[in-house]
């Protein structure tokens, strides 16, 4: 490195990335390789060229690069790492862990020191090891929709419609924290109310939790919004003309009167 900063890069002035690249490429073929090594007393670019090259290993196709993040681990005993959860033992429950993440495990450092490893998991996946959860915690982590289901129809029927909707989706143990938090709102401005702002939501076809705490921070559970209308239209905002589903081809005829026929026929106009 002292050899290449002091012949090659010291006291210069690169534009750009590219030009830093290729005047070090010219440097290493016409300077540097070309050279007289002292201790080999050989040029290092031949004897690269006739030793070195030939025995090399092919470059790889892609290089497993890990990604590095500092997470904290939640009450629920995960963390969260590139859209994925893995489990830690309740000693570490808000404490912020630095992640190490390859394409085959995830490793979990406190201080430096290696607390945990997981298989990595795709985005949406989860990974828990039993062992790190309390009792009352196993019919989360283990995916126990059953209990998490009834727990909601005991609140509400809206609440447990609205549940069964939050968690009917292709990876279902993904929404259990949706269902969780419409849990916490119920306990928060009690069941009736939840059950309304459910129930109002349903009505709209709208599945987001967020909404539901929305609706009931402005104590709107009970009011069902008005769909703006289109302007100077009485009907409703999508509302059409009849006329407007008439076939084009249709659209096209008159009607003509035939001198010799009393009766009316149509005619196509041009």
Known sequence: MQYVRSNFFDGENFTSLEAAQDAARRWCTEKAGMRI???????????????????????????????????????????????ALYSLPSAYIGLQLDARADSQSVKLYHRGRLIKTHPRQPPGGRHTDQADLPTERTGYAM????????????????????????????????????????QNLAR?????AVDAACGTALDLDVVSVSKIAAMLERALESTTPELPAAAGHPAGRFARDPSEFTPAARRRLTVVPDPADPTTIQEPTE
């Not at 928060?188 to 009736?192: K, M």
């Open 37 to 83: 090594h002292g201790t080999t007393a050989a040029r290092p670019l031949e004897v690269f060229d006739e030793l070195e090259a030939p025995v090399l290993l092919p470059v790889p196709a892609a290089y497993d690069v890990p990604l590095f993040r500092t997470v904290k681990v939640h009450r629920d005993h995960h963390c969260e790492i590139a859209k």
């Open 143 to 182: 995916r126990d929709l059953e209990r998490l289901q009834a727990n909601a129809d005991h609140l509400g029927r809206n609440i447990g419609i609205y549940a069964y909707r939050l968690l009917d989706i292709p990876l279902p143990w993904t929404g259990m924290r949706s269902v969780y938090r419409l």
């Open 188 to 192: 928060c401005y009690g069941p009736a």
